[in-house]
């Protein structure tokens, strides 16, 4: 049972446009977000977070929405550009277990064309 | 800069091979994990632990065992490799208490043939 899914397994953006990555999680426990970034033949890198207390963090041209009721959060890079070309990965975790154990989607390859 | 090494950036190994892969970290994390990344399937956890020799199964530990004799370092063992081992391999590390989330290796891509 995937707890959290990213139903995109791919997305194409021009530079300089908007994209937006989503993901969805079943498991309503889940009071803390991340988004990870992962070039091909290198580990995943911290990208940003997102509390349940909060339905929005920015930083820079990186924003993450968080909508409780939906189960959903999405991430908006603007501008997109060619170096963002990537695999995307958001994770969730519950916060009451202790552990802060993440569960990881499937990911996202996002494609920024120049 | 802090960091987590993965011993190995690829290997091959042949089927029925006992195989190591070794992970370090150098930031006094207590966590340590291992995970394996396939196409279409993410990242999908095989073992964990939360202090030194303890150690928990993820969602997909069969043929594979853990070794934690120091804080530092986790190893993961495939007892008998197979093909369908043949997969990017992720070591994580991070705190106990706290939310920042992992840091992880650069992976270590294993082929078995």
């Known amino acids: 049972d995937q707890q959290v899914k990213q139903n995109s397994p791919s997305l194409s953006v021009q530079e300089g446009r908007i994209s937006i990555l989503n993901c969805d999680y079943t498991?309503?426990?889940?009071?803390?977000f991340l988004w990870y970034k992962k070039y091909p033949a290198e580990g995943p890198t911290f990208l940003i977070s997102i509390s349940s207390i909060k339905d929005k963090n920015e930083d820079g041209r990186f924003t993450v929405f968080l909508n409780k009721s939906a189960k959903h959060l999405s991430l908006h890079i603007v501008p997109s550009q060619p170096g963002d070309s990537a695999v995307y990965f958001c994770a969730a975790s519950a916060g009451a277990s202790g552990t802060y154990k993440y569960i990881f989607g499937t990911g996202t390859r996002l494609k920024v064309l120049a | 800069d802090v960091k987590v090494t993965q011993s190995s950036r690829y290997l091959v190994k042949r089927t029925g091979e006992k195989v190591f892969l070794e992970c370090v970290q150098d930031m006094d994390h207590e966590n340590m994990f291992w995970y394996r990344q396939d196409p279409g399937l993410g990242l999908r956890l095989i073992y964990f632990?939360?202090?030194?020799?303890?150690?928990e199964k993820g969602d997909i530990p069969e043929g594979y065992s853990v070794s934690r004799e120091k804080k530092e370092r986790f190893s993961l063992i495939l007892e008998s490799a197979s093909t369908n081992q043949t997969s990017m391999y992720l070591c994580?590390?991070?705190?106990?208490?706290?939310?920042?989330?992992?840091?992880f290796g650069s992976g270590t891509r294993l082929t078995v043939v």
């Open positions: 498991n309503s426990m889940f009071d803390y």
């Open positions: 994580a590390s991070s705190f106990v208490r706290g939310r920042i989330g992992y840091t």
């Open positions: 632990s939360y202090d030194v020799k303890m150690k």
